[in-house]
């Protein structure tokens, strides 16, 4: 990843400002963005009896980029990322660590494309989270149900019908979809 410049850090941070209401949401992503999730590469750092190859493939340096975007064994995780993406968004955003990690889109992105994908991103970095240290790859299912979750969230905690209305228009390529109903036994499942 390239080295960061000040300001990109700050936005960085701020990445998710306007975009959700959530502060654990806010928190799970600061908690990336300082490296709070220690990794086999920054053990290693610290106590050197401690592996530094990743728990999962066992092949490459567990250094941030590797466990979080770059490992074979959680592939399968963000290419259903990037094709949710792309069906939401109706044309083709490729994805980079600076954007799975820090949600640092290029500016070729629509607003509407970013404040989604950032929620999206979210879910799979939490589902990622969740099974930290494990060489579990969380399935589709796992990803639709948690953004589905997210959205919800945002509908309920929203606190005028201005914004409800905005947050459906905005979640309307995502609804379409019908992924929620899917993925609750009316449909096929997509794993
Ligand atoms: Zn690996």
Redesign the pocket.
């Known amino acids: 990843m390239p080295r960061l410049t000040d300001e990109q850090w700050l936005k960085s941070l701020n990445a998710l400002r306007g975009i959700t209401s959530c502060f654990s949401h806010v928190e799970a992503h600061k908690k990336v963005v300082y490296r709070w999730y220690l990794t086999p590469h920054r053990l290693n750092k610290i106590y050197c009896t401690v592996n530094p190859k990743?728990w999962?493939?066992g092949?490459?340096d567990?250094h941030m980029t590797?466990?979080w975007w770059?490992?074979?064994?959680i592939k399968p995780l963000w290419t259903q990322v990037q094709a949710l993406l792309n069906t939401i968004a109706n044309e083709t955003h490729l994805l980079s660590p600076m954007i799975a990690l820090l949600l640092l889109f290029p500016d070729t992105w629509r607003l509407e494309t970013r404040k989604i994908a950032s929620l999206i991103i979210l879910a799979a970095r939490n589902l990622l989270a969740l099974h930290w240290k494990d060489t579990y790859c969380p399935t589709n299912k796992e990803l639709i149900d948690k953004v589905y979750q997210y959205y919800q969230y945002e509908v309920l905690s929203s606190d005028s019908y201005v914004k409800t209305r905005k947050l459906e228009e905005l979640w309307k390529p995502w609804l379409a979809l019908n992924y929620h109903r899917k993925s609750k036994g009316r449909g096929v499942v997509h794993d």
């Open positions: 990743c999962r493939c092949t490459h567990g590797h466990i770059e490992c074979e064994a």
